[in-house]
Nanobody, 114 residues
Framework: QVQLVESGGGLVQPGGSLTLSCVASGFAIRTNSITWYREAPGKEREPVAQ????????EYKASVQGRFAISKDNAKNTVFLQMNSLKPEDTGAYYC???????WGQGTQVTVSS
């Protein structure tokens, strides 16, 4: 069964950091690209970071470029999203997505607030 499970969300103050994890099962991330999406309150879900199968190409939404970093550990079948210098507008539910399987995780909530 193909599955993605996110974790690592929470409440953080502006300027703080969080690292999200996305553990895959039922398929290998080493042969698949993975995308992190964010769904802010009242807004549509949007991609924020993507890593290709080899890990050599990484793309970011302009507003998170330089603050977020996506990475992967093939041995752990896990994709990470390191988020630094967090802003209130980064608040939302974060989901990972495997396009080949049209598979979404259940999401993890990130709230940036003082």
């Amino acid at each position: 069964q193909v599955q993605l499970v996110e974790s690592g969300g929470g409440l953080v103050q502006p300027g703080g950091s969080l690292t999200l994890s996305c553990v895959a099962s039922g398929f290998a991330i080493r042969t698949n690209s993975i995308t992190w999406y964010r769904e802010a309150p009242g807004k549509e879900r949007e991609p924020v970071a993507q890593i290709n199968a080899s890990g050599e190409r990484r793309e970011y939404k302009a507003s998170v470029q330089g603050r977020f970093a996506i990475s992967k550990d093939n041995a752990k079948n896990t994709v990470f999203l390191q988020m630094n210098s967090l802003k209130p507008e980064d608040t939302g539910a974060y989901y990972c997505y495997a396009v080949r399987y049209d598979c979404w995780g259940q999401g993890t909530q990130v709230t940036v607030s003082s």
